[in-house]
């Protein structure tokens, strides 16, 4: 199909419990560019699922489940979908990310489906699966017998707007665990998560997975909604992928029998020891997976790292800057040789910098790769592919800049990676890679400290003490 002008108000549509529901009576701007896109106007009462209705997929069995969103799957191939080429071609007219990499973005929503990758999610966090389709009778060590099951719940989901096609994944967890479901698409991307559940729509209209699907969009923070909706009579959880103000906007809401599991912004860093600046083929080895860390969705990523700390002679790790720098300037799977470039904030903490001899500088602020050597870490957001090199005397310093808030922690050499585990987790990092390899992913891990599926479904037990 043909590009969409960016001048142009695209229409969205909504689906509720199963229902494609078009309409034009709001008009909204899309975050990013600016791009105007009409919705239907919201009936509350369609969106919400009484609670005197059990849930759609109660019955269903968890095998069933799997074996339908595997086809789904099977029919997410952009070249043959054509809800996802619209989709494709709208997020390219309101998200700042190029074609390329929202394409091949598009590509990897096949795989998120594959039975392996499901079953990998739903036995990582769960001991017997058998919670899901019936009470699982156990007794205690004085005799007493109880029943337990993973009942499903009913959850908003705050999908996240900086990768696109990341809805599948929230998508395949609301289903696997039975639950009713509403999406709140994010203003980058109302487009993808209506088009995948179209494509299981014209699977089975009437499939109790396809009736527990709802996905809407309204503007982050509008209280006539959100008064509404965030109420445990209608909801028990709220799982949110946004931004801090996003998070404390659902905070507010939050009372007891409404809970939040949030994915809420984190930073990740890279940390390279002094074996990787011995030799200049090393050096362009690390300078290459030290970029490809940094560049990951153009730095909009959350375990795309934005501080390398280093330890090595200066010399190598000036070195190391300037192949950095270069490498940062080239089309990836995720990236492009050229982004849209930092804020003008972040051009002028350059330049003081530079003005106090307190940083070296290799490229420019224009989103072609930035790189910063300094000896300790600057006090505003590398974004853009800006990567800051913190030059220290033992990657034992760079421990005290760790917290909560570290997601992924890219670590050369291997040995390295191995001595420093146990204190980046006690300091609050969440997970340690090998350096390289920050948007690689072993299936079945949890995320941001947590196994989320768990924290998601609703226990409930039948005791007979």
Request: hydrophobic content about 40%.
């Amino acid at each position: 199909m043909n590009a969409i002008s960016k001048t142009d108000a695209i229409r969205v549509n909504h689906v509720i419990r199963g229902q494609l529901v078009e309409g034009q009576e709001v008009t909204h701007r899309s975050r990013d560019l600016g791009v105007d896109f009409t919705t239907p106007a919201i009936d509350l009462d369609a969106l919400v699922t009484p609670r005197s209705e059990m849930p759609p997929l109660y019955e269903l069995k968890l095998s069933e489940i799997i074996d339908f969103l595997v086809e789904v799957g099977e029919r997410l191939d952009v070249a043959k979908n054509p809800y996802l080429q619209e989709a494709m071609e709208f997020i390219i007219a309101t998200n700042p990310l190029p074609r390329r990499i929202i394409e091949n973005s598009f590509h990897r929503a096949r795989p998120m489906l594959s039975r392996d990758v499901l079953l990998a999610q739903m036995q990582s966090n769960f001991p017997d699966l058998r919670y899901f389709d019936e009470w699982v009778e156990r007794t205690d060590a004085h005799g007493q017998t109880a029943a337990l099951r993973a009942f499903p719940p009913r959850m908003i989901h705050m999908l996240a707007g900086n990768s696109p096609s990341s809805c599948v994944s929230s998508i395949a967890q609301g289903a696997m665990l039975k639950a009713i479901n509403v999406f709140k698409m994010p203003s980058s991307d109302p487009f993808s998560c209506v088009a995948v559940l179209r494509t299981m729509a014209d699977i089975d209209p009437e499939h109790p997975v396809v009736k527990s699907m709802s996905a809407v969009y309204w503007r982050g923070g509008d209280e006539r909604i959100e008064k509404t909706l965030y109420r445990p009579q209608y909801f028990n959880r709220i799982i949110a992928w946004g931004g801090g103000s996003a998070i404390d906007n659902v905070i507010k809401y939050l009372s007891p029998g409404l809970q939040l599991v949030s994915f809420d912004p984190k930073t990740s860093i890279s940390m390279i020891g002094p074996e990787g600046f011995q030799s200049e083929e090393v050096i362009a080895q690390i300078a290459e997976a030290a970029a490809t860390d940094v560049s990951v969705y153009n730095q909009e990523a959350c375990l795309a790292s934005r501080f390398i700390f280093v330890e090595g002679e200066r010399a190598g790790v000036e070195t190391f800057c300037a192949q950095l720098q270069a490498r940062l300037n080239a089309d990836r799977d995720l990236a492009s040789s050229d982004a849209p470039a930092p804020p003008a904030e972040l051009h002028e903490e350059v330049t003081a910098l530079e003005l106090m001899d307190e940083a070296q500088v290799w490229g420019k602020p224009d989103g072609r790769g930035l790189v910063l050597l300094t000896d300790e870490p600057v006090q505003f957001h590398p974004s853009n592919k800006t990567a800051n090199v913190v030059h220290l005397k033992s990657l034992d310093q760079a421990i005290r800049y760790v917290n909560v808030a570290t997601q992924t922690v890219g670590v050369y050499p291997e040995a390295t990676k191995v001595k420093l585990r146990d204190r980046l987790a006690n300091s609050g990092a969440q997970r340690v890679v090998r350096l390289g390899s920050a948007s690689k992913h072993v299936m079945g891990s949890p995320h941001d400290a947590m196994f989320p599926l768990q924290r998601m479904v609703h226990w409930m037990s039948q005791e007979d003490a």
